[in-house]
């Protein structure tokens, strides 16, 4: 395989990728087969997955130029199966907040760019029944969240093959899209009982994503919300871009991780519709950089298949939608491919990351970020919304996330051990493990971040993070009711590496090392995580916890 350098290395990638499910495809009408374990929503809607998000990487392969016979065979035979209602590879009938609406994305996607593979070929009872299973999105209520783009996109679709569309419904999502929006490029991924949820990747491999894909074909009918789109997607690119590393990878951090490398489609789709949020060379740089980096991670089973995980394949980690084909998704990362082989993009020379050493603000994305040397570190200001995905206590309220040493996510909360509460303060009360699962009250300055929070009835915690040259400084003021013992835990590191550094700045306590359960962290299968461990009184107490690199000062 040729370095993801160039168009023919990136081309070589995706085929690393996608040639595997070729096998899989063989018979398009018995996916079923290949879908074993359970998912939120049905075993049509698993299929439907499978098939649709390598559409992501192949619609641009084949829009820049791209032929492969064997995939443009596959696909025909495949629309023509699964809308079908007579056919064993069916579909089926959608329903509100339906898991097929989020793949119509991706099929409408390939009749915007290559409607001369995806609709063409089709015959005219095929294209009847395409256009009666899309259209179904527009009857049912979708997702409240960046599921908005779904209808729209179908509606884009219609509109460009020259068939009806239902203005009225894309125009009402849309507006709901509008009242999404945060402010400085920022969106929320939903509203939970009146309150925001939550601010995350899906910025990126979402809501800008789309909307720069939306932008690209409605301009001419829908100008003011496009120019709106891009206005939003520029403003987001300055913050976005201090979260990726050197070295290509961005900062683990939220849900939906193990859609990994389409952390940089929202950069490869501004290269691919020519929207310069950053010079040319950058977003290049980024992009490539991205896929080299994961390109050498074992991410893929003996067969070449892409597994559930992150840097290597661990179901726990996962979320309750994610399926055999979910991690597919991060073939947004491709978009690029779409660019024509003369494209200046090609030659255009790789440029480094813009430079911002040192910790900055993100005021809209609720976070500091921190880039030291190799690593980027995110301090968030903690889940302030309801628990509405599995793991969110780990995935969104620890007080530091790294770019090389991810996070950890607990097996239960009978122990420390699997618990993993890396970078958190965890309680163990009763003999269970508790941490900060949502923050009642923060305030951010551009070099700290303070939360109120509740472990546990009658506990309540103040605490300030405060980004160090080296790493940085933990204070918290604890008023507890009862009596415990509390552990101030640092990053979880690769058991073959140099610990933390963790000092106690204030409060009694000691230095302990926790070894965690297995395959609990993201990046690493084996860690250890280097805590101080306190004895929690009645009463106020305040401990200072400084947390740094082994090898610093």
Not at 448 to 467: H, K, N
Request: with cysteine.
């Amino acid at each position: 395989m040729d370095e993801p350098n160039t168009k023919e290395g990136i081309t070589s990638l995706l085929f690393n990728y996608l040639g595997p499910l070729k096998r899989v495809f063989s018979n398009i009408d018995t996916l079923s087969s290949f879908c074993h374990m359970g998912t939120t929503y049905d075993d049509a809607a698993m299929r439907l997955e499978l098939f649709a998000r390598p559409l992501w990487g192949l619609v641009p392969f084949w829009a820049g130029g791209g032929r492969d016979s064997e995939f443009e065979d596959i696909y025909r035979r495949g629309l023509s199966s699964g809308v079908n209602p007579d056919s064993p590879g069916y579909w089926g009938r959608c329903h509100s907040v339906d898991q097929r609406f989020v793949e119509m994305a991706a099929i409408a996607y390939g009749l915007l760019l290559v409607p001369e593979i995806l609709w063409d070929p089709l015959d005219d009872q095929d294209k009847k029944n395409l256009i009666a299973w899309l259209e179904q999105i527009d009857f049912h209520r979708t997702g409240y969240n960046n599921w908005f783009f779904f209808p729209p996109l179908v509606n884009l679709a219609f509109r460009k093959l020259g068939l009806p569309s239902h203005r009225s419904v894309s125009q009402a999502c849309l507006a709901a899209i509008d009242e999404l929006y945060a402010g400085g490029g920022w969106y929320t991924d939903g509203i939970s009982f009146g309150r925001a949820a939550m601010k995350d990747y899906y910025n990126a491999f979402a809501f800008h994503f789309y909307g720069v894909l939306y932008s690209s074909f409605a301009h001419e009918y829908d100008a003011t919300r496009c120019s709106s789109f891009i206005e939003r997607a520029y403003r987001f690119s300055e913050d976005y871009v201090k979260l990726f590393s050197p070295n290509g990878e961005s900062v683990p951090f939220g849900r939906s991780m193990t859609y990994r490398f389409a952390q940089s489609s929202f950069f490869s789709m501004c290269a691919a519709r020519k929207v310069d949020v950053l010079p040319v060379g950058t977003l290049k740089g980024i992009v490539m950089r991205s896929l080299k980096a994961w390109s050498r991670l074992p991410i893929t089973d003996s067969s070449g298949l892409l597994t559930i995980g992150y840097h290597y394949p661990c179901t726990h980690m996962s979320e309750s939608y994610n399926g055999p084909g979910s991690p597919y998704w991060a073939m947004k990362a491709f978009s690029c491919l779409s660019l024509p082989d003369t494209d200046p993009f090609w030659n255009t020379e790789q440029r480094e990351l813009p430079a911002h050493e040192g910790v900055s603000l993100i005021a809209n994305g609720e976070m500091l970020v921190q880039r030291r040397d190799e690593e980027v570190i995110l301090y968030p200001s903690g889940h302030t919304g309801d628990h509405l995905y599995d793991h969110m206590e780990e995935k969104y309220s620890k007080f530091a996330y790294s770019s090389t040493y991810g996070f950890s996510v607990a097996r239960s909360n009978c122990t420390v051990r699997e618990a993993a509460p890396d970078s958190m303060l965890a309680f163990v009360i009763n003999g269970y493990v508790f941490v900060r699962r949502s923050t009642l009250r923060s305030a951010s300055t551009k070099s700290s971040i303070t939360s109120r929070w509740s472990p546990w009835p009658g506990i309540e915690v103040i605490s300030l993070i405060i980004p160090t040259g080296s790493g940085h400084r933990r204070e918290h003021l604890i008023s507890s009711s009862v009596e415990c013992v509390a552990y101030d835990c640092g990053f979880a590191v690769p058991a073959d590496e140099k610990p933390e550094r963790v000092q106690i700045l204030a409060g009694r306590g000691r230095i302990i090392s926790i070894t965690p359960d297995p395959n609990t962290n993201l990046m690493a299968p084996r860690t250890r995580i280097t805590a101080a461990k306190y004895k929690v009184r009645k009463g106020e107490m305040r401990i200072v916890t400084e947390f740094s690199r082994e090898n610093d000062g």
